[in-house]
C-alpha cells in the first residue's frame, strides 16, 4: 500500500538520510527543520520519500490525500504514562481544592494506595476495556507511541493484571508500546511496618516472573522522601538490570531525593518528573547520557512550581516532555494540552516543546531509530493537522483539536 500526501503547507521535523539524530539538545530544540509545500509518500507503513512540490516525483500510488493549508509532522511519542488504571480519583481533586496536599492525601492512605484498592478489585478484562478506551483517546489526539507502567497492583497478582493487560494492548493497537515495571511506586498497607519486606517481594518473587514472561521492558521507581529511598531505590535497580531492565524513574518531584543523581548512576534511559532541579542536577545531568524528563502536567494539575525547562536548554541538555497520564497527578495523556503548558508556564517554544515529545520521546523510549522524525525508512507514523496558521498554532489554540488525521503503524 503506497499512500501519497501532497501539498502539504509545512513537512515538519524532517530529517535527512545521512543524518543519524538521536536526540536533540539544548539550543538544537529550537530547531524543527521543515519543508514548504511538500509531498510525502508513505509505502507499507515506512516513510518511502518526500521533497517540495516544485520537483514532485511522477509516481505510482495506491491513495492521495491533499494536505493543502495543513502541516505533517511525526507523531507524539509520550514516553512516561500510568493510562492503565482503575478508577478517577476526583474525590482528592476535591480534597487538594480545600487545601490537602498530594503528599497528605498519600500519606493518610489516599494516592497511589487508593488506585491499588480499586485495581485489586476489578477484573483483568475490565481493567484492559477501561484502559483500551483511555489508549485510543491519547491516539486520537496525536499520540503515535507511548510508554505505560504497573505500579497500581503493589502485590505479584495486581502486578501482573496490570503487566498482562499492557501486553494485551500492544497486541490490538496499531502504535509501538513500551511496559515499565513500577511495583515500587507505594508501600502497600500490610508492609509499611516492614518495608524490607515489600523490596524483597519485589526482587525476589515479582521480578522473575515478570522478566521471564518478557512483560517489561524497563523498570521504575518512584524515588521519593515518604516512598522510596536512596537505598531502597539502588538494590531495586541493581536487580532489575540483572534480568536485563534499564532504569527509567520518577525523580525529583517533591524534593531533591537525589533520585536524579542515582539515575545517572545506574545509567537510566531517563529520569521523571524533575520539579526539584539546580544546578547539581543539571551538572550531573550534563555529564550522562540519561535523558531529563519533564512531567509538567503533573505540576499543573497539583499546583505545584514547574521544572526549570530554560535554565536545563540552556545548558545544553536533551529535555523531553511527556504527560504522566494517570488518575492522581495527572488524568490527561493530552499533548496539544500538554504543549501548551509547556510554552506558557515552561518558557519553551512550540518548535522546543515538539522537539521535546517527539525525537526526545522516542529517545527515552530507545526508539529514535524508528521514530521521532521524518526520514526515509522510519515508521510512517504521522498527524496530519487541520488548516491551521503555522506550528505555533498547536500550543496557542489550546483545548481546541488541531489535528485532523492520524496514520500509525505498530
Ligand atoms: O508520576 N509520582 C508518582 N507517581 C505518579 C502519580 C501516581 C498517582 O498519584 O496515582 C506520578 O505523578
Ligand atoms: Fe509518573
Redesign the pocket.
Known sequence: MRTLITNIKQLLQVEFATENKQKVYGKELAFLPSINNAWLIIDNGRIHSFGAMKEFPNTYTDEIIDATGKLVLPSWCDS?T?LV?AAP?QE?FVDRIKGLS?EEI?MRGG??L??AAKLNKISENELYDQSQIRLLNVMAQGTGCIEIKS??GLCLAGELKMLKVIRRLKENNTIPIKASF?AA??YPIEYKQNKPAYINLIINEMLPIIANEGLADYIDV?C?EG?FGIPETERILEAGLKYGLKPKI?AN??HFSGGVQIGIKHNAISV??LECVGNEEIEALKNSTTIPTL?PG?AFF?GMHYQPARKMIDAGLPVCLAT?Y?????PSGNIPLLLTIACTQLKMTPEEAINAVTINGAAAMELSNELGTIKIGKKANIIITKPIESVASIPYDFGNNSIEKTIYYK
Open positions: 512516561h500510568h488504571f480519583r482528592e498530594y498519600a494516592g497511589i487508593n488506585s505500579g497500581y513500577l511506586h507505594a518512584f521519593e516512598f520518577h518531584q517533591l521523571d518528573h512531567l503533573a497539583l504522566d494517570n488518575p492522581g497527578s495527572c
